[in-house]
């Protein structure tokens, strides 16, 4: 397969065209912003926080077809889980685009998110996978907003070395 | 390889007196393999490629006569000296200003328009003022006056824009009145490819006594500037936009706004005398040129003078015209492609969005054929904002592109559409 068709799986341009959990949130206790001020791109996780865990979650915003995927898949990947659980799979989604964690030999939880390992070969896109998860960490943070701005944070191995 | 794929360009061509093949020949950067594809270089409005020569005299500066300027009495510092300010006289005739203290250099235009909201907005614009800005400004030409604005208590205005991308010169004429102070205006709009009728636009303020600050990073790469043929007060460039290394630019002033001006920066190089009590100032230039300049990026930009006026910028001109129309009717003919900026006097960028594909997997699509275009907001969120869209996709040419280079966005322009369908 192409670094272009693994870039853009026939899920990713599903979860592009009819991204899932797209709306507000009604029963929402916290919400933040995200934005990607290079591009223009911006979202609003919302989340229903209760007993540590999310008990429900959506989206809002305009991005591109990685952004827009990335959002819809990660509201799937996170509902029900915990905090620590959530974090642990940010952490895990954010080193797999970032080229430091390879989902075929590490043992991980990404499960169906591994779809997004093909953005690592595209370092310019990181930020477009990343943002929505960013603001979901924001959300939980209690903070109201998140940015790509920090080039740093989304800095794949490849472009350290260069 | 690279000649085989300038074959059939149009090179030789009677319409087209241009010889493309010979011209990208001077930009070693163009021949090179992208993603396994020849290289189409796209993104001019962003930065332009720097030809072998100007190159070369970067290099040569630096390996034979590097040192600091106005300074030393010594043979280096001399050199140098005498190479910097040549290229300052290269500028004064490049865009035919009276005297070449009238041009100050600067890293580009983003520092050319704070050095003159600094040195000219903050003495003169007091609370109650109004400054004229257009609604297709890069955001270079409207946080510094907004910041101003927020300073003084002066109010921005906004010149609007028909749904081509033209300004409304009436609404404009409307705008202007005892209380602006200052009219700013970008000479060809990085984001659209609209040219502003600058002449007309300078009269209209001038008739008012309102002094006018054109930004022309993009009108210097592609037209011939005459100062005092626009009549414009401020006229601002960017090297790295017309062939020179990036950190070089210039402010253009009318001598007798640029006396009567703050300066800029403190520090060395600026001051006739300092004492603990009080500083004088230098003359022009050196009043706005703080500390040790880019020496080497503005030597280049002379250098880059010196081979736009080694090229027939008139065939230049016309061929550039030529790739424009050329590629707007080939991704007009694409279904779901549409054009953003149809003004009638346009000239290097076409912006364009996809029917339900974001601009920035048209970007990454195009990347893996080997063309390079700039996707996202242009630095001028207004503009997409006045179209009512998040983003675009931007091809923008130089004289250096091909026909056939246009070919190859506009099949790449299909198979995104094939990609998303």
Same mark, same amino acid.
């Given at each position: 397969m192409s670094e272009l068709s693994e870039l853009y799986q026939q899920v990713i341009l599903d979860h592009n065209k009819k991204p899932r959990n797209f709306k507000k949130l009604e029963t929402a206790n916290r919400h933040a912003d995200g934005f990607n001020p290079l591009c223009g791109d911006q979202l609003t996780v919302y989340m229903q926080f209760e007993d540590d865990r999310i008990a429900d979650v959506s989206f809002e915003g305009t991005g591109c077809a990685?952004?827009?995927?990335?959002?819809?898949?990660?509201?799937?990947?996170?509902?029900?889980?915990?905090?620590?659980?959530?974090?642990?799979?940010? /952490?895990?989604?954010?080193?797999m685009v970032t080229g430091e964690l390879d989902e075929e030999?590490?043992?991980?939880?990404?499960?169906?998110?591994?779809?997004?390992?093909?953005?690592?070969?595209?370092?310019?896109?990181?930020?477009?996978?990343?943002?929505?998860?960013?603001?979901?960490?924001?959300?939980?943070?209690?903070?109201?907003?998140?940015?790509?701005? /920090?080039?740093?944070?989304?800095?794949?191995?490849?472009?350290?070395s260069a | 390889m690279l000649a085989e794929r300038q074959a059939g360009n149009g090179v030789g061509d009677a319409a087209s007196p241009w010889d493309v093949a010979r011209v990208r020949e001077d930009f070693p950067v163009l021949a090179q393999t992208v993603n396994g594809k020849p290289l189409v270089y796209l993104d001019n409005a962003a930065s332009s490629q720097v030809p072998q020569v100007v190159i070369d005299r970067g290099s040569r500066y630096l390996q034979e006569e590097h040192s600091n300027i106005h300074r030393g009495v010594h043979y280096l510092?001399?050199?140098?000296?005498?190479?910097?300010?040549?290229?300052?006289?290269?500028?004064? %005739?490049?865009?035919?200003?009276?005297?070449?203290?009238?041009?100050?250099?600067?890293?580009?235009?983003?520092?050319?328009?704070?050095?003159?909201m600094h040195g000219y907005g903050r003495k003169f614009v007091a609370a109650g003022d109004e400054i004229i800005v257009?609604?297709?400004?890069?955001?270079?030409?409207?946080?510094?006056?907004? @910041?101003?604005?927020?300073?003084?208590?002066?109010?921005?205005?906004?010149?609007? @824009?028909?749904?081509?991308?033209?300004?409304? $010169?009436?609404?404009?004429?409307?705008?202007?009145?005892?209380?602006?102070?200052l009219v700013c205006v970008m000479h060809v709009s990085n984001a659209l490819g609209t040219i502003n009728p600058i002449k007309e636009i300078v009269a209209r303020a001038h008739k008012q006594g309102v002094p006018v600050l054109v930004d022309g990073a993009q009108g210097a790469p592609h037209l011939t500037i005459d100062v005092q043929d626009l009549d414009a007060d401020f006229y601002i460039i960017s090297g790295h936009k017309m062939f020179a290394p990036t950190g070089s630019g210039v402010v253009y002033g009318k001598a007798e706004l640029l006396e009567r001006m703050n300066p &800029?920066?403190?520090?060395?190089?600026?001051?006739?005398?300092?004492?603990?009590?009080?500083?004088?100032?230098?003359? $022009?230039?050196?009043?706005?040129?703080?500390?040790?300049?880019?020496?080497?990026?503005?030597?280049?930009l002379g250098a880059a003078i010196d081979y736009l006026n080694s090229l027939d910028r008139r065939a230049a001109h016309a061929y550039e015209h030529e790739l424009l129309a050329y590629?707007?009717?080939?991704?007009?003919?694409?279904?779901?492609?549409?054009?953003?900026?149809?003004?009638?006097?346009?000239?290097?960028?076409?912006? &364009?969005?996809?029917?339900d594909?974001?601009?920035?997997?048209?970007?990454?699509? $195009?990347?893996?054929?080997?063309?390079?275009? %700039?996707?996202?907001?242009?630095?001028?969120?207004?503009?997409?904002?006045?179209?009512?869209?998040?983003?675009?996709?931007?091809?923008?040419?130089? &004289?250096?592109?091909?026909?056939?280079?246009?070919?190859?966005?506009?099949?790449?322009?299909?198979?995104?559409?094939?990609?998303?369908?």
């Open positions: 990685i952004s827009k995927a990335s959002a819809s898949m990660m509201t799937q990947s996170v509902k029900g889980k915990t905090r620590a659980e959530v974090e642990s799979l940010f /952490n895990e989604f954010h080193r030999t590490t043992p991980n939880n990404l499960g169906r998110l591994t779809i997004f390992a093909g953005v690592r070969e595209f370092p310019a896109r990181v930020k477009c996978a990343s943002l929505s998860w960013h603001t979901l960490h924001a959300a939980l943070a209690g903070e109201d907003a998140a940015t790509t701005e /920090n080039l740093g944070a989304d800095i794949t191995s490849e472009q350290v | 510092s001399q050199r140098a000296t005498t190479a910097y300010e040549g290229a300052r006289e290269k500028v004064r %005739r490049f865009i035919n200003a009276r005297e070449s203290r009238e041009c100050i250099f600067v890293r580009g235009c983003t520092e050319g328009i704070n050095l003159v257009s609604a297709m400004e890069h955001h270079a030409n409207i946080v510094p006056w907004q @910041m101003l604005c927020e300073e003084k208590g002066a109010t921005l205005r906004v010149i609007p @824009m028909n749904d081509a991308g033209e300004l409304l $010169l009436d609404e404009y004429e409307a705008l202007l009145n005892e209380r602006t102070k &800029f920066l403190g520090g060395g190089d600026m001051i006739r005398t300092v004492t603990f009590e009080k500083t004088t100032y230098a003359g $022009l230039p050196n009043k706005f040129e703080a500390g040790t300049p880019a020496i080497a990026s503005q030597i280049g590629a707007t009717e080939k991704l007009t003919a694409i279904e779901g492609v549409r054009i953003i900026g149809t003004a009638r006097e346009k000239v290097g960028a076409l912006s &364009f969005v996809i029917e594909v974001h601009p920035h997997d048209v970007g990454t699509i $195009l990347d893996q054929e080997g063309i390079a275009v %700039r996707a996202g907001h242009h630095c001028a969120q207004p503009v997409m904002k006045r179209f009512n869209i998040p983003a675009t996709a931007r091809a923008s040419f130089a &004289f250096y592109n091909t026909k056939e280079e246009i070919d190859t966005l506009a099949s790449a322009v299909q198979k995104v559409i094939e990609v998303f369908s």
